[in-house]
């Protein structure tokens, strides 16, 4: 451990049931001292049960919650060194931002509160804005005084519960990058519950993605995207396409795959399945990495790239890239996403062509697992805790 790690959160065993339904195993995570850190899963996952059981909002079934050094289980909120910022934002709708920020140290007897609150009213770029109502202000700035609010009692950790889940689409974008860069400056632990893959891929240096009170895989966004250890996080963190294959044969560091009647290769290290001769494997491969010939251009694909043949059925345009459903032996609808640079005017619905990629971007999981764990992301409804 380092020598700074007053900030850092180690839950260990810590679970939660109610009667009969387990809304968190036991689990076990340490969140790094001054990380942005993301608890990522669909609505029901156990994310939010488990940042209530942080701050001390929900007492836990079983294990213990340490914030640095000290045990905090058994503490009321008001007592952590935490601070909480809601989707609501909870602002005093009477007080001016001034006052809504300051609110936290007269609370606890501090008289001089105007440079702290002018600097913290800085950091978050509303300084211009001090004497308004929160109802004069938007969203984005209402949830930026929230976070101020929080931040000026200099809690060790900040946690955020779907803190722009009641922002546009283009706010939420310019919020990410802001609650980041506040972040990066004040260099405290963040640790943010959201459903929003895009949002947790953006923001945070590590991602947990839970699924039914686990935690299913953790590491860094990248990591995560490019070497998932379950469908789950295949299909839950963007778009995979997942082939059913036999394991045919090993060659160095290879496994050689049998799919549709064609062979896929497959590095040994990027598979996370049993690879016994004969036994399945999921093959899996992101629609973005995978190039896209006409039919009749077979014979220029360089060698030693994973290939298969199809149809394509469907194509959309959406400006930056065009995205195909190909319909083949090994997948019926197999997604392509393809960088709109040099379009080939032959791909469109109907034609036969070859899609082809590096195996070095392809990844094997356990073909015990349902293919579609992770797909049907349903948007949580207003209100709906998680």
């Known amino acids: 451990m380092t020598n700074d790690s007053s900030g850092d959160v180690r839950l260990s065993g810590i679970s939660k049931t109610y009667g009969a339904f387990t809304a968190v195993h036991p689990l076990d995570l340490t969140v790094p001292q001054g990380s942005f850190f993301a608890l990522l899963g669909a609505s029901g996952c156990g994310k939010t049960t488990t940042l209530r059981m942080i701050a001390g909002l929900e007492e836990p079934s079983s294990g213990t919650v340490f914030l640095g050094d000290q045990e905090v289980t058994n503490l009321p909120p008001y007592k952590r060194p935490v601070n909480t910022v809601f989707q609501s934002y909870a602002l005093f709708p009477h007080l001016d931002i001034f006052e809504n920020v300051a609110f936290g140290l007269r609370r606890r007897g501090i008289k001089s509160v105007k440079k702290q609150v002018e600097d913290m009213l800085e950091l978050v770029q509303l300084g211009e804005q001090a004497r308004k109502k929160p109802h004069q202000l938007s969203g984005g700035q209402q949830q930026r005084v929230a976070v101020a609010r929080a931040l000026i009692n200099h809690p060790k950790v900040l946690l955020l519960d779907e803190p722009l889940g009641a922002l546009d689409l ?56 490019e070497n998932p250890n379950t469908t789950f996080v295949a299909n839950f963190l963007g778009t995979s396409n997942l082939i059913e294959a036999a394991v045919d044969s090993k060659s160095g560091d290879d496994i050689v795959l049998q799919a549709g009647g064609g062979k896929l290769v497959l590095p040994q290290a990027r598979c996370s399945a049993p690879t016994a001769t004969g036994g399945k494997v999921l093959v899996g491969i992101r629609p973005e990495k995978i190039s896209l010939t006409h039919a009749d251009d077979a014979g220029e694909i360089p060698e030693g790239r994973n290939r298969i043949t199809g149809k394509i059925a469907d194509s959309s345009f959406i400006g930056v890239s065009t995205q195909y459903v190909i319909d083949s032996a090994v997948c019926p609808e197999f997604e392509v996403y393809s960088q709109n640079i040099d379009r080939d005017a032959r791909l469109t619905p109907g034609a036969d062509v070859v899609l082809h990629w590096s195996p070095a971007h392809t990844f094997g999981l356990d073909a015990a697992q349902d293919i579609d764990a992770g797909v049907e992301t349903v948007e949580p409804e207003e209100g709906v805790a998680a």
């Open 170 to 225: 283009k706010l939420r974008r310019q919020m990410q990058l802001e609650l980041k860069r506040i972040q990066t400056e004040v260099g405290i632990t963040f640790i943010h519950v959201t459903h929003d893959q895009e949002e947790a891929m953006t923001m945070a240096d590590t991602v947990a993605v839970m699924n039914a009170g686990r935690v299913e895989q953790l590491g860094s966004p990248a990591d995560l995207y």
